[in-house]
């Protein structure tokens, strides 16, 4: 699969074929103990921009994605996305210590106290991700490639 995948010259069409084929292996993030710990991060950073694009950060931690925020913020960092962390990170100070909940239904319920207050700089944080100031494809595709041998 993953020879195949980086035979694609376009760097968003092949992370979006990657992606699809973890979620598959991974039946959309249900099971992610098939996924090497490489393969995660891949899914990790798509699964937020995916959220983020449709709905924001808000939507980011309403659904199951935002089970994985804090593992997120480490792939960001892994892929060397630093700017985006920058802004995911100013996202998460929102959060009480800082802590985000990987239990959905806990995580709901903190949103729902803290979202009044934080909708400002969630909004300007949306905002500032949609400039994409780093080019996230890329940045995946580059470290797929470092780590070839953890991909499927």
Known sequence: MIEEILKIEDPIQAIIELDSKLNEISDYGDNL????????????????????????????????????????????????????????????AEWPDSKIPSDRTSRQNILDKIEEKAEETWNNCDTQFFEYEEDISSLLLTYVKANKNEFK
Request: charged residues 25%; without cysteine; aromatic residues 12%.
């Open 33 to 92: 103990d098939v996924l090497s710990d490489a393969e995660k991060v891949v899914l990790f950073v798509e699964n937020l921009e995916r959220e983020v694009n449709n709905g924001g950060f808000h939507q980011f931690f309403w659904n199951s994605s935002g089970d994985y925020a804090n593992e997120t913020l480490n792939a960001l960092k892994l892929i060397g996305a630093n700017k985006t962390a920058e802004i995911v990170s100013r996202v998460y």
